[in-house]
């Protein structure tokens, strides 16, 4: 399998299910900042132009979210996927959330805050969007009231979705969008910290300045 991705970006969560999976990949470096993303080459295996891409065989996958339950679902022997019908429904409802109801407005300052060229950024997205993120990121942090995990008793992919998510807002720190979240806080710390988790975002982008 080939994992085409860059350090800092959205292929942290397929590396993070790689690694867990403990399955032989090969990374392929695309570099956004020197144009790769455009490159034909590149919109030959992803016409959106966007990481990550997952190649496995003759089988090209794209969107980071279907990556991570195609890889579990690959390989069930691993259990990154219950297998009760309600679990996985619980695991599909958060992985939703964590990319709707927590990235996009993360996605949104970003954007307007870096990522668009200045003349396309509108300030007063960014109040709107850090609200939407908070209102939402309160509901997870109930969620977590005595949980270890989003779902059940055991680690699924859905854990690694959510706190590469928090991790997007741990990174937008100016923000200060995780001070009074401290469940969510300790649940991403906690994650992190397991044995074959990948870099934090900030390390990602650290290794690309060595
Ligand atoms: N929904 C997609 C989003 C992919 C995405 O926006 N990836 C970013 C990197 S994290 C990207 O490639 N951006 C390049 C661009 O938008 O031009 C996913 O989760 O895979």
Redesign the pocket.
């Known amino acids: 399998m080939k994992l085409y991705g860059?350090p800092?970006?959205?292929?942290i969560?397929v590396l993070w299910t790689l690694r867990e999976l403990d399955v032989e990949f090969e990374f392929v470096n695309v570099d956004?900042t020197k144009g790769e993303?455009r490159r034909p080459e590149f919109l030959a295996v992803n016409p959106?132009?966007?990481?990550?891409v997952l190649v496995d065989g003759d089988f090209i996958l794209?969107?980071?979210?279907?990556?991570v339950l195609y890889l579990a679902e690959k390989y069930p022997e691993k259990g990154l996927l219950p297998s009760g019908l309600r679990a996985r429904a619980e695991v599909n409802r958060w992985l939703l959330f964590s990319?709707t109801e927590l990235?996009q407005p993360l996605?949104r300052i970003a954007r307007h805050t870096s990522?668009y060229p200045p003349e396309k950024r509108l300030a007063a997205e960014i109040p709107i969007a850090r609200q939407d993120f908070l209102d939402m990121a309160a509901v997870l942090e109930k969620h977590m009231d005595g949980r270890q995990f989003l779902v059940g008793d055991n680690v699924t992919v859905a854990d690694f979705v959510a706190a590469y998510t928090l991790d997007m807002a741990a990174v937008l720190e100016k923000y200060m969008l995780l001070d009074k979240l401290p469940r969510l806080r300790e649940f991403m710390e906690r994650m992190y910290k397991r044995p074959n988790a990948p870099p934090r975002i900030a390390e990602a982008f650290a290794s690309l300045r060595r």
Do not use: C, D
Request: charged share 20%; glycine share 4%.
């Open positions: 860059f800092p970006t959205r292929s969560r956004p993303l959106a132009g966007k990481l990550p794209t969107e980071s979210v279907a990556i990319a990235e996605w990522l």
